[in-house]
């Protein structure tokens, strides 16, 4: 059943996809596109913008994460944005006047999270125990410090040392499919790559970075730009973006 171009569930609750993608831009579109057709209409009454969505329950598993370039050419970011992204807020979690938390803050603080899992790889690299944590307890209230809460959309961060590559899985709670996924895992994976390097410095390998599996419980489309999306996902878009990865 449908509303306003959008789909309503009427029995097959909590739709979920499986999406697998050869690099993060491609993870984006991908993932734009089996929302935009499979998703769930969904209400958010309450959090940062109360608005109609569509949305998906999803794992996004991406090949090959540090193929270049980072960012879609039709993605509403620039590499500009994500570098600072991926050193203010996760590397060195640099908060800006009115936020309650940054992704690198959580990280550094109270324990520097990102110091002891790099000396724990390098300690111990068949280790499966190294997971970084965002998301805590008092990310329930809905102030924290006097200001207005929202939660943190990255939960954890969970690394493992594999066949000379370091892989990583994440969650988050919920996803802005559009503007958030590109930055986020662009920026991650620049996050990453530092990580990685760090830990060849300190133990003499030469690991990189490698697979990249997200699940997400509500990666979402936002009704606002449902001119966008359409156009994005348009036939003839999807030609020309098909044609562009041929030639690279």
Known sequence: MYMAGWR?????????????A?????????????????????????GSEITETKKLSITLEIENPQNRPLIADKAPCDMKYVNSYALQYLWLGMKAEGETYTYGGRLREPLDQVELAIQRLVDEPRDRQVVMLVRRPEDLLKELAGMKHEPPCLTILDVELYEGQLHTTGYFRSWDGFAGLPANLAGIQIFLEAFVDEVNKRSGQSYTTGKMIFHCKNCHIYSRLNDIIEELISPEEDARRQISRKKE
């Open 8 to 20: 309503v569930s009427s029995g097959d609750f909590m739709r979920y996809e499986h999406i697998k």
């Open 22 to 46: 050869f690099d993060i831009p491609d993870g984006w579109y991908k993932t734009i596109e089996r929302i935009w057709t499979h998703g769930d209409s969904f209400y958010v009454g309450y």
